[in-house]
């Protein structure tokens, strides 16, 4: 028998550190060849490490949220004949770190409480989790709880170290539960837990870009109503003309397409600027970014030369990428290299939002909801669907006026959306 030493692998890009994101196996597991053994965080992307060979994990180099140089010692894995350390060299250090995710510790009363059970394969009965125990979730996964009415305790979850996913509680409603079983005081029983949650993974990096942004930016935003009438009652007639062969249209992929009609005129908006260098790249091809809350944090996947891209096309490649992040499967490539990015909160959009800039890019453009009011037409009081886009800029590249005129575009892109395609 010998041993083979898996060494922090190279990732391009000029990196040379990562942060050990989450493991996936643990100290005495039998691994094979191709089995993801851990992720690990880039700037842009998670990244899994496959072990290269069959054996047993004897050593793990480091713990979640811990940052490693490329090049030292991820783990070690006894395997049959030499492997690749020699046995008269010195013995590889290495700290056991028998941890399969990030823990996550719980204080109640200052008795430490159990962490998150490990992920389930499929989904069981209900988990009996103590009252005070906090399951793992999202906070998009918790309001869907909530919405459900589903007290999230008893849903076992299927995501890493027990995370319950929108899954989890779909399977949950179909196997006939309810909260019919949970004790009526439970929810007036006195509660003193505390709960401490490290900054690692996914977390820290969006925590550090979006310091970085606002500290190194000069942010102002910009709020303008829209009346979507018009486009909405555009997207549903195509819709119901050409859903079934096409594809559903939502809104998202109208406003990509006014976004690369107003940029024509506004090219100091798909730009990035390079504040190290002072220098502004303005550029002809238009890259949206669109971000998506994916269970692990917010990513920022990249619908690239939108400006080639008909509705359609538009519709089917945010569908592609939103379920990429969603997943954890978006390459470093679908996650870098956009020029502006677009934002939305969808339903939950309220009236107003201050998004923060996607750093280089200059311009960020945000979605509120859609809501039915009463507006003055022509004289007459009629309901109509009104939206506002709420949008940051970078002070130090963009004039307000120039902001405002491009936003004032949009709306009458969307406005008039015949206009959209126009040449």
Same mark, same amino acid.
Request: net charge negative; charged share 20%.
């Given at each position: ?279 502004? /790249?303005? @550029? #002809? !091809?238009?890259?949206?970014? =669109?971000? *998506? ?6 990513? $920022?996947?990249? +619908? ?38 677009? /934002?939305? @909160? #969808? !339903?939950?959009?309220?009236? =107003?939002? *201050? ?6 890019? $200059?311009?960020? +453009? ?42 004032? !575009? ?14």
């Amino acid at each position: 028998m010998g041993t083979h030493v898996i060494k922090m692998p190279d990732i391009g890009e000029g990196i040379a550190e990562v942060e050990l994101s989450q493991w996936h196996v643990k100290v005495g597991d039998m691994v094979v060849e191709d089995q993801v053994l851990a992720d690990v965080m880039t700037d842009k992307a998670m990244v899994d490490i496959p072990s290269p060979v069959h054996g047993k994990v004897l050593a793990l180099g480091g713990q979640p949220g811990e940052v490693m140089a490329v090049g030292s010692v991820l783990i070690s894995i006894e395997v049959e004949g030499a492997g690749n350390v020699k046995e008269s060299a010195q013995p590889v250090a290495v700290k056991e770190a028998p941890v399969a995710a990030p823990k996550v510790a719980a204080v109640v009363e200052n008795k430490p409480v159990a962490a998150p059970r490990p992920a389930a394969a499929c989904q069981g009965p209900m988990v009996a989790r103590e009252a005070d125990e906090r399951p793992l979730a999202s906070p998009a996964v918790r309001k869907h709880a909530l919405d459900l009415g589903i007290q999230l305790r008893l849903v076992r979850g299927s995501g890493p170290a027990g995370r319950v996913l929108h899954e989890d509680l779909e399977a949950y409603l179909a196997q006939g539960h309810s909260n019919a079983s949970a004790p009526a005081s439970a929810a007036y029983a006195l509660r003193n837990d505390e709960e401490q949650i490290p900054v690692i993974g996914m977390r820290r990096k969006i925590a550090q870009r979006m310091q970085d942004a606002t500290q190194r930016a000069a942010h102002f935003s910009y709020v303008e109503e829209i009346d979507v009438t018009a486009v909405e009652q555009l997207r549903a007639h195509l819709n119901e003309k050409h859903g079934a062969t096409r594809g559903k249209l939502t809104l998202l992929p109208f406003l990509v397409r006014a976004l690369v009609v107003a940029l024509r005129d506004f090219p100091q908006i798909n730009a990035r600027y390079d504040d190290e260098a002072q220098v502004i /790249t303005r @550029l #002809g !091809a238009v890259h949206v970014g =669109v971000a *998506t809350q994916a269970d692990i944090g917010l990513m $920022v996947p990249v +619908v690239r030369h939108a400006e080639t891209r008909s509705l359609w096309d538009s519709a089917a490649e945010i569908s592609r990428l939103a379920t990429a992040a969603r997943t954890g499967k978006a390459s470093r490539d679908e996650l870098s290299g956009s020029t502006i990015t677009l /934002t939305s @909160l #969808g !339903a939950l959009g309220g009236i =107003v939002s *201050t998004p923060v800039l996607n750093l280089p890019e $200059v311009a960020i +453009v945000g979605v509120n909801k859609i809501v039915e009011r009463p507006m003055v037409v022509k004289g007459q009081i009629v309901i109509r669907k009104m939206m506002n886009l709420s949008s940051s800029f970078d002070h130090r590249v963009v004039d307000g006026m120039d902001a405002a005129q491009f936003i004032q !575009a949009i709306r009458g892109l969307l406005e008039q959306p015949a206009t959209l395609f126009v040449e």
